[in-house]
């Protein structure tokens, strides 16, 4: 019955190692969790524009001007939403896609590279 005395649980190895990979994941957590919250936020007053009956959006320059608009509301910045954001109008629907790519570095010479899209239309008046 060796065996039993040897299956104790980790050894120090094994809990260096463990605390290691919960403390990357965690690492990475708090570098990587802004940049979602933020494309979630920009995401919702994108789709909130489509559906908000208080204000009508009359052309491109209207939607663009809402998005602007929510950006300041919910802080977000570090973002060229001239770069990001393509606006067309065709035929009273505003079709707006959000491209954006986010660079976190991590570590030496490893970055982290988080690619946001994002499509809606818009009907105007």
């Keep these: 019955m060796n065996s039993v005395a040897r299956q104790r649980g980790l050894s120090l190895i094994g809990w260096l190692f463990t605390l290691a ?47 602007q608009r929510g950006l300041t509301v919910n802080s977000i910045s570090g973002l060229d939403l001239r770069k990001a954001l ?15 790519e986010k660079r976190e570095h991590l570590a030496g010479n490893i970055d982290l590279v988080l690619v946001f899209k994002h499509d809606t239309s818009v009907t105007t008046q």
Excluded: C, T
């Excluded at 403390?23 to 489509?50: E, I």
């Excluded at 035929?91 to 896609?97: E, P, R």
């Design 21 to 67: 990979v919960l403390a990357f994941a965690f690492s990475v957590g708090l570098k990587v969790v802004p940049h979602y919250m933020d494309f979630w936020s920009l995401k919702k007053v994108m789709d909130n524009a489509a559906a908000s009956k208080d204000e009508r959006l009359q052309g491109a320059d209207d939607f663009v001007a809402h998005v």
């Design 86 to 100: 393509v606006v067309e109008e065709q035929g009273g629907v505003i079709n707006a896609h959000l491209n954006y």
